[in-house]
């Protein structure tokens, strides 16, 4: 049995506990408010999930999901982490984050940040460029005809690995971008943002992206 933990509670972090709990893993999620503003979502997810904090989900998790706001990794558990998979579903909202120069002038992507962050941990990105709300809603059996696809990228085979299952379980394909520093083609603004894509148009789409405005 494998445990997802998860950091962040809000929509992604929600709907990819909703996902695991329905094929079969157990859930350890944690919001910046504390394990006791989870109760509704708990009660709701049932006895596979429990809330807790960031610490301690990212030691329970086999392999953790990180869906916190870009301005908010440097509040990370760097120790919890180290060593596991880590799936990174941000996207740079400069309205949010603040500008940060070195995504702006396109010299790294958030993933990349992230590993800076976690430097032992084998990070995935996962779950970016879909609307919350699609990711228990859109998901369809292997071999359905337009099968919608979701990307990744990484530099961790493992962790490719474990995004490619996951999709699956969930319901979708996988077109996988290449190592993170590539990333940037899925995020915020590019032609596969939340678009709605079978593999291969998610792959054309990908081709064509241009890594500046």
């Known amino acids: 049995m494998t445990t997802l933990g998860i950091i962040g509670a809000g929509h992604i972090g929600s709907q990819v506990a909703r996902v695991a709990v329905a094929n079969g893993y157990d859930v350890v999620i944690a919001n910046s408010r504390g394990p006791e503003t989870l109760a509704d979502l708990i009660s709701e997810l049932g006895p596979r999930a429990k809330a807790a904090t960031a610490a301690d989900a990212a030691?329970?998790?086999?392999?953790?999901?990180?869906?916190?706001?870009?301005?908010?990794?440097?509040?990370?558990?760097?120790?919890?982490?180290?060593?596991?998979?880590v799936l990174d579903t941000n996207n740079y909202y400069f309205e949010r984050d603040g500008h940060i120069d070195a995504l702006d002038k396109g010299e790294t992507t958030t993933s990349e940040l992230l590993q800076r962050r976690l430097p032992t941990s084998k990070i995935a990105k996962a779950f970016n460029h879909i609307y919350a709300s699609e990711i228990t809603t859109d998901g369809k059996p292997a071999g359905t005809a337009n099968r919608r696809a979701l990307a990744t990228a990484g530099d961790d085979a493992e962790a490719i690995e474990f995004v490619t299952r996951l999709y699956d379980e969930a319901g979708f394909d996988?077109?996988?971008?290449?190592?993170?520093?590539?990333?940037?083609?899925?995020?915020?603004?590019?032609?596969a943002y939340v678009a709605r894509q079978n593999a291969e148009e998610l792959t054309a789409n990908l081709a064509i992206a241009n890594r500046l405005p």
Do not use: F, Y
């Open 59 to 85: 030691t329970a998790g086999d392999a953790v999901v990180v869906t916190v706001p870009l301005r908010a990794i440097d509040q990370l558990p760097v120790d919890e982490l180290a060593g596991k998979i």
């Open 174 to 191: 996988t077109v996988n971008v290449g190592p993170l520093s590539e990333s940037w083609r899925v995020e915020r603004d590019r032609p």
